[in-house]
């Protein structure tokens, strides 16, 4: 009864603590402006299945894909054998779905996550040599200089040691309980290790890796919100909100559009607008600028690189990089959040996201090839959120190197960004043969 009574007690905090931490993260991304989601609810479930549960944009790299599918497989389906974990925990039961299933099934089940616990286990074995042995750029990057850095490695060694405590639980289990008639493929090997010692002994170790192997799963839990494992969660409802159609051209801006329509056809422009009306706010300057879909990509960014490893602006040795605007975008946002949890509602700090986490020359070096867009696996657009700031660059601060002034002011005079007349732009012709 005590054992149940701290269990219920460990896992109500949990639930809680997460549950908070959630509810801030969510509140943050409705910070965002509100957009329009359009398209079929058919096709949106169908990206989810395709880009968040059966990860196809990772098995372009079939052997990396192999591994982190490995990984989140592991993720998804030893959650059953946490539930039983829960359940045991909660009524002090043991291997409670042994009683409701047939021996022959509950065989079956115990193997395929130990398989996957062995899996899991190798693929993060394999991921740690990749990040501190072999030191892959893309994962060594100088983006990930820090924390983010730190994050992954303690990510894959916590990984390793929930699984190797599942692996230990079931083999001092098997020694302590021979007559359940359980067959461990994996963990019954294991077991030979533990023959030697006694049965108080044997249940020490059982109930601790029990007892750490739950509390290491809660942990995990309530650290997703402070980790770019977050994606574990949000790479759900990101792909479901992900863009339908593949859109290569810049979003349409209604307002400058019709700005552009009454100044060359006046008499197109309705009684109700006037020179006197006061223009939107043109682009992105703070993640209040952004739509909320631009902070939830934020959220959801796996910090994989991807998007880094094929821009051509940084390939070439420029200042951007794709997984810096948006770490950058969701470090302003956490921040903004902080602020007005503190202070009840937003507390001028002086800082925006533009200048201050992003700066100009990041902004620049953008060709806006959507390589980014392309490469990433769960439908995120840095893009989206460049173009708005440049936006709010040229369009609030006149803020433009000289070539692109020049170019402005061509396509305002001829409708071309070359200083060539409209009279005069198809006499290049009249030398062809």
Not at 193 to 222: D, K
Not at 388 to 415: H, Q, T, V
């Amino acid at each position: 009864m005590l054992s149940s009574f701290v269990f219920c007690l460990v896992l109500v905090a949990a639930t809680y603590f997460f549950t908070k931490n959630i509810t801030k993260i969510i509140h943050n991304i409705k910070l965002g402006k509100s957009i329009e989601v359009t398209g079929s609810s058919t096709a949106r479930w169908k990206n989810v299945f395709l880009l968040a549960f059966g990860q196809s944009k990772m098995f372009r790299n079939i052997p990396m894909a192999c591994l982190h599918f490995i990984i989140y497989a592991g993720f998804i389906i030893i959650n059953i054998e946490i539930l039983e974990i829960i359940i045991d925990g909660i009524f002090g039961t043991h291997r409670v779905f042994l009683q409701v299933l047939p021996i022959n099934i509950y065989n079956i089940f115990i193997n395929i996550f130990e398989f996957l616990a062995c899996g899991v286990t190798l693929a993060c074995i394999v991921f740690l040599i990749r990040r501190i042995i072999i030191k892959v750029p893309r994962v060594t990057h100088p983006d990930l200089k820090g924390f983010p850095q730190k994050d992954a490695i303690y990510i894959l060694l916590t990984e390793i040691i929930l699984m190797s405590l599942f692996l230990t639980m079931n083999a001092t289990d098997l020694i302590l309980n021979p007559n359940l008639g359980i067959n461990f493929f994996i963990s019954g090997k294991l077991s030979e290790i533990f023959i030697p010692f006694s049965p108080f002994t044997l249940e020490m170790i059982e109930r601790t890796c029990w007892w750490l192997h739950i509390i290491g799963i809660l942990a995990f839990l309530n650290y997703l919100p402070y980790s770019k494992h977050l994606h574990i969660l949000f790479a759900f409802p990101n792909a479901y909100y992900a863009p339908l159609e593949k859109h290569y051209g810049l979003a349409n801006m209604p307002h400058i559009q019709n700005e552009v329509k009454y100044a060359m056809e006046p008499n197109l422009m309705p009684p109700e607008v006037s020179s006197e009306t006061k223009p939107e706010k043109f682009g992105a300057k703070d993640v209040f600028d952004l739509n909320w879909k631009m902070l939830l990509d934020a959220y959801s960014c796996t910090e994989c690189g991807r998007c880094t490893a094929a821009c051509p602006a940084n390939i070439t040795g420029k200042k951007l990089s794709p997984r810096k605007i948006m770490m950058a975008t969701r470090d302003r946002l956490q921040d903004v959040g902080k602020n007005i949890a503190q202070n009840k509602v937003f507390v001028n700090d002086n800082k925006q996201l533009l200048g201050d986490y992003i700066s100009v020359e990041e902004l620049r070096a953008c060709t806006t090839c959507n390589a980014c867009v392309t490469e990433c696996p769960v439908s995120i657009s840095p893009l989206n959120i460049i173009i708005e700031m440049r936006r709010a660059l040229i369009l609030e601060d006149g803020n433009a190197p000289k070539e692109w002034n020049s170019m402005f002011a061509n396509i305002e005079s001829n409708f071309a960004p070359w200083k060539l007349s409209i009279d005069d732009r198809d006499k290049w012709i009249q030398n062809v043969n």
